[in-house]
């Protein structure tokens, strides 16, 4: 059964980044892309960008370009998200999400992030 | 690109619920449907338009016509009360979720 499991909440202050870690309990990790949405409290999902794990390339959303880093560590099977220059607007629950045959078949179960000074 | 969804719906029990999901990429890409229910991640309930996962029940169906996709709930049961989204991606692989709908059995 894959599982994929996030790391722990985060607060942070305005303008100071944050990495939320996503690892893959399966050693097929290159064969799906691993994508990344996050959903403020009481709003619905948005949806932030994708890596290939197998090759690294990503491709991200208009809102984040610039701000967002998708990486992994093919040897760990985790995938790793960086938001930098932090705002209160970023505060939400960040998912890490597989795409597989059926869409996307298996989610973490999500990391708080709370930007607050 | 943008998906445009119903705000809420409302149905009693038994009865057939449908939340609609508009955008002029869907006469191209294939739609997903996602469940959420509070404080819990999303389900996958319908993908590539109208394909049923794996136990999801079989009341669940999804129809595309043009640029419009419906997600058909039949004989609604408490349950099935929570926020559903649809997605979709561009041609560039690029997704976006519509803005959700919030699907209350009275």
């Known amino acids: 059964q894959v599982q994929l499991v996030q790391s722990g909440a985060e607060v942070k202050k305005p303008g100071a980044s944050v990495k939320v870690s996503c690892k893959a309990s399966e050693d097929t990790f290159t064969n799906y892309h691993i994508n990344w949405v996050r959903q403020a409290t009481g709003q619905g999902l948005e949806w932030m960008g994708w890596?290939?794990?197998?090759?690294?390339?990503?491709g991200y959303a208009k809102n984040f370009q610039g701000r967002v880093t998708m990486t992994r560590d093919t040897a760990t099977t985790t995938a790793y998200m960086e938001l930098s220059n932090l705002r209160s607007e970023d505060t939400a629950v960040y998912y890490c999400?597989?795409?597989?045959?059926?869409?996307?078949?298996?989610w973490g179960q999500g990391t708080l992030v709370n930007v607050s000074s | 690109y943008e998906l445009t969804q119903p705000p809420s719906v409302s149905v009693s029990p038994g009865q057939t619920a449908r939340i609609t999901c508009s955008g002029d990429?869907?006469?191209?890409?294939?739609v997903y449907w996602y469940q959420q229910k509070p404080g819990q991640a999303p389900v996958v309930v319908i993908y590539?338009?109208?394909e049923r996962p794996s136990g999801i029940p079989e009341r669940i169906s999804g129809s595309s016509s043009g640029t419009t996709v419906t997600l058909t709930i039949s004989g609604v049961q408490a349950e099935d009360e929570a926020d559903y989204y649809c997605q979709a991606s561009d041609s560039s692989g690029i997704w976006v979720f519509g803005g959700g709908t919030k699907l209350t059995v009275l």
């Open positions: 890596m290939n794990p197998n090759s690294g390339t990503t």
């Open positions: 999400a597989r795409t597989g045959n059926s869409g996307y078949d298996y």
């Open positions: 590539k338009d109208s």
């Open positions: 990429a869907l006469a191209v890409q294939f």
